[in-house]
């Protein structure tokens, strides 16, 4: 058990490109969570997966984002066009079902030039 | 809708001084709650969690919150700070058992001084 695993941990680009993010979790660990934070907040949710199946998004998660779990394993987030407001760090959180406790990566930090 | 209220977005105590960050819920049914710290650049670490079991809830580092329903409050104490301890803490509620989602509070800065 290595934990979650997130990639890249820092990225840099320029407004208007796409980006994406990859995040392994626990390896038995069937329930897979996106959250956001920026600078002085807490985290927001902004989607899960119970194993591939994306079962919730949140508002936040607008057109430009896209989160895909496709077997079940590792996931992606995906931002299109990005925007000086999607500058944050994404964390992503994974658990079992049923099991009270999330364990976090450590996050990929996004700055939008 | 749940939300978490964190009282005091800065704490500042001495080296050895007792640690109390205060955290509010709103909830209409028994929620899961927890607490986590967050180290500079880094995730998140469980400290400790409520689960409806007992209510004083022991978690690392000698850290503990005691889940007050009456007052719809889930403190976070610790006897004796450390240098160590100085980081982000964030309460998080988890509304109910689908899912399994977190709703944070907006967090408070522990500053520990010599």
């Known amino acids: 058990d290595t934990g979650v695993s997130q990639d890249p941990r820092h990225k840099i680009t320029k407004r208007g490109q796409n980006v994406t993010f990859r995040c392994d979790p626990i390896?038995?660990?069937?329930?897979l969570y996106w959250y956001r934070q920026t600078l002085g907040q807490g985290p927001e949710f902004l989607t899960y997966?119970?194993?591939?199946?994306?079962?919730?998004k949140s508002r936040l998660l607008s057109d430009r984002f896209s989160a895909e779990r496709p077997k079940g394993s590792f996931s992606t987030l995906e931002i299109q066009r990005t925007e000086q407001g999607d500058s944050a760090m994404y964390l992503c959180?994974?658990?079992?079902?049923?099991?009270?406790?999330?364990?976090f990566g450590q996050g990929t930090r996004l700055t939008v030039v | 809708a749940q939300s978490v209220t964190q009282l005091g977005s800065h704490v500042s105590v001495s080296e050895g001084a007792l640690v109390l960050l205060r955290c509010n819920y709103s909830?209409?049914?028994?929620?899961?709650l927890f607490w986590y710290v967050q180290y500079p650049n880094q995730g998140l670490q469980l400290l400790l969690k409520?689960?409806?079991?007992?209510?004083l809830v022991k978690g690392i580092n000698d850290f503990e919150a005691e889940f007050k329903k009456s007052e719809t409050s889930f403190h976070l104490t610790k006897p004796s700070a450390h240098m160590s301890d100085a980081a982000e803490y964030f309460c998080?509620?988890?509304?109910?058992?689908?899912?399994?989602?977190?709703?944070f509070g907006q967090g408070t800065e522990l500053s520990v001084k010599p």
């Open positions: 959180a994974s658990s079992l079902m049923g099991n009270t406790e999330a364990f």
């Open positions: 390896s038995e660990h069937n329930r």
């Open positions: 997966f119970q194993n591939e199946a994306q079962l919730e």
């Open positions: 909830s209409s049914v028994p929620p899961y």
């Open positions: 409520y689960t409806s079991a007992a209510t």
């Open positions: 998080a509620v988890r509304p109910d058992d689908q899912g399994g989602k977190l709703i």
